[in-house]
């Protein structure tokens, strides 16, 4: 009828109004957990899920959560929240949850779902074992299933379970569709993380295969020294020994001998060792200084082959870094050898290699000093850049390879042209932050 007013739409109450903002505020809340869990947790995914699972119960203010991935058996757990005294009745569903079961069907699922009552809803009266033990043993009623969507692709869901017979709000299934939603985003984030971390890992690692490859020679030189010192030792030990009377005393020092040149040995296999293992980056305390000698034992017969002498000027009393130890020598490894196959063409020049340490007002500086043919305007440009080499039988992945290790360590790898001749590498690493690394040592 003309002249008739349409009826105004309800405005929210100011108690409405306060109730959203709240809602709001967790659900933000709960992302900044799950995105400090990711940026704490790079290389474990277990803190990731566990922390996108509590802040799902808390959303909700549920008693038992699950968050499950899809797999293609069926459904697979990767955290679970049960009541005490319900987790003291039933251990909770399987590990994997095989398709045909009502929660390994759930993994196909595109939207949310929403049951009142368990105990009327169709697979608990057909007899779903899982289904029965948790309305029976733990005593859940109301359910909520939302699932975690990538690309239209269900990969796992969050289950959420109260053990009263309390609908969910539709208010709360948007708030936990919408945090759902953000988790997988997260969470596929971190995966393609850990795929690209795995697969610099895996060319770190045959870059310092392909540098000891390079070495060969020269590190079975370095063995073949203390081996050949320790069988004259032995012999000479032994001839001391049969003498009437027997030298102890230089019976004694043939068999120090013998001891230290085992260590030497023993040392280097060690340390080609760690550099050829295969194992995931690992963080830990550790001494530049030492890093580098070992390094420096390494490469001391390439350098006696070119020519080429190796100074050493370590600072005293460095702060201790936190990094990957095999990492960081890998840098060292890379930036001294390049200096010495750099230095390997001159002719009637002294070829010097100097590594030396200082500390700076966060950390310590490794600089690799060379006295080459030095570096150009336009390589300088393009050093660190992936594939660019100026060597014919080069690759050009080692620098860019070492850049990327030494940002991962919240550190700065740079190249400058040194004087009057020559090439020098730097790289900056902070020191370890945790208690008591600010001590000297």
């Known amino acids: 009828m003309a002249g008739r007013r349409t009826p105004r739409p309800r405005l929210p109450s100011r108690l409405e109004l306060r109730e959203q903002v709240a809602e709001l505020v967790a659900q933000q809340a709960a992302m900044s957990e799950v995105l400090r869990a990711i940026a704490?947790?790079?290389?474990?995914?277990?803190?990731?899920?566990?922390?996108?699972?509590?802040?799902?119960?808390?959303?909700?203010?549920?008693?038992?959560?699950?968050?499950?991935?899809?797999?293609?058996g069926g459904a697979r757990r990767v955290a679970q929240r049960l009541a005490p005294d319900a987790a003291a009745r039933w251990t909770g569903p399987p590990t994997l949850a095989p398709r045909g079961t009502f929660l390994g069907d759930l993994a196909t699922r595109k939207t949310a779902l929403h049951i009142p009552d368990i105990a009327q809803h169709e697979s608990y009266l057909r007899g779903d074992p899982t289904v029965v033990a948790g309305v029976d043993l733990a005593g859940l009623r109301t359910q909520l299933s939302v699932p975690l969507l990538k690309d239209d692709h269900v990969i796992g869901y969050i289950g959420l379970a109260r053990r009263r017979r309390q609908p969910f709000t539709d208010r709360e299934i948007a708030l936990v569709t919408d945090f759902a939603r953000q988790a997988t985003i997260a969470l596929d984030?971190?995966?393609?993380?850990?795929?690209?971390?795995?697969?610099?890992?895996?060319?770190?690692?045959?870059?310092?295969?392909?540098?000891?490859?390079?070495?060969?020679?020269?590190?079975?030189?370095?063995?073949?020294?203390?081996?050949?010192?320790?069988?004259?030792?032995?012999?000479?030990?032994?001839?001391?020994?049969?003498?009437?009377?027997?030298?102890?005393?230089?019976?004694?020092?043939?068999?120090?001998?013998?001891?230290?040149?085992s260590r030497r040995a023993n040392s280097i296999v060690n340390g080609l060792m760690g550099l050829t293992k295969k194992k995931a980056p690992r963080?830990?305390?550790?001494?530049?200084?030492?890093?580098?000698?070992?390094?420096?034992?390494?490469?001391?017969?390439?350098?006696?082959?070119?020519?080429?002498?190796?100074?050493?000027?370590?600072?005293?009393?460095?702060?201790?870094?936190?990094?990957?130890?095999?990492?960081?020598?890998?840098?060292?490894?890379?930036?001294?050898?390049?200096?010495?196959?750099?230095?390997?063409?001159?002719?009637?020049?002294?070829?010097?290699?100097?590594?030396?340490?200082?500390?700076?007002?966060?950390?310590?500086?490794?600089a690799c000093r060379d006295t080459g043919p030095g570096l150009t305007p336009e390589s300088?440009?393009?050093?660190?850049?992936?594939?660019?080499?100026?060597?014919?039988?080069?690759?050009?992945?080692?620098?860019?390879?070492?850049?990327?290790?030494?940002?991962?360590?919240?550190?700065?790898?740079?190249?400058?042209?040194?004087?009057?001749?020559?090439?020098?590498?730097?790289?900056?690493?902070?020191?370890?932050?945790?208690?008591?690394?600010?001590?000297?040592?």
């Open 40 to 72: 704490s947790s790079p290389h474990d995914l277990q803190p990731v899920f566990e922390t996108i699972l509590d802040s799902a119960t808390r959303l909700c203010r549920v008693e038992s959560a699950a968050l499950r991935l899809s797999e293609e």
């Open 380 to 441: 300088l440009d393009r050093l660190f850049e992936p594939f660019y080499t100026t060597r014919p039988d080069g690759v050009g992945l080692g620098l860019s390879i070492c850049r990327s290790i030494v940002q991962a360590h919240g550190g700065r790898l740079w190249a400058t042209a040194a004087e009057p001749n020559g090439a020098l590498f730097q790289f900056t690493i902070p020191a370890d932050q945790g208690p008591g690394a600010d001590q000297e040592p």
């Open 189 to 261: 984030i971190t995966r393609r993380e850990r795929e690209l971390r795995k697969v610099q890992s895996e060319l770190a690692r045959a870059n310092r295969v392909a540098i000891l490859g390079q070495l060969a020679a020269s590190i079975a030189h370095e063995l073949r020294q203390p081996l050949t010192s320790l069988a004259a030792n032995g012999d000479a030990g032994l001839n001391w020994l049969a003498m009437q009377p027997p030298n102890l005393g230089q019976a004694k020092r043939s068999f120090e001998a013998i001891v230290a040149d």
């Open 283 to 366: 963080k830990e305390c550790l001494d530049i200084n030492h890093a580098i000698m070992e390094v420096a034992a390494l490469i001391q017969s390439e350098a006696l082959k070119n020519g080429v002498s190796i100074d050493t000027r370590l600072a005293p009393r460095l702060p201790p870094l936190r990094g990957d130890r095999v990492q960081l020598q890998q840098v060292i490894l890379n930036l001294t050898v390049n200096a010495i196959q750099a230095m390997s063409s001159l002719s009637g020049s002294k070829r010097e290699l100097e590594i030396s340490t200082e500390r700076t007002e966060n950390g310590v500086r490794v």
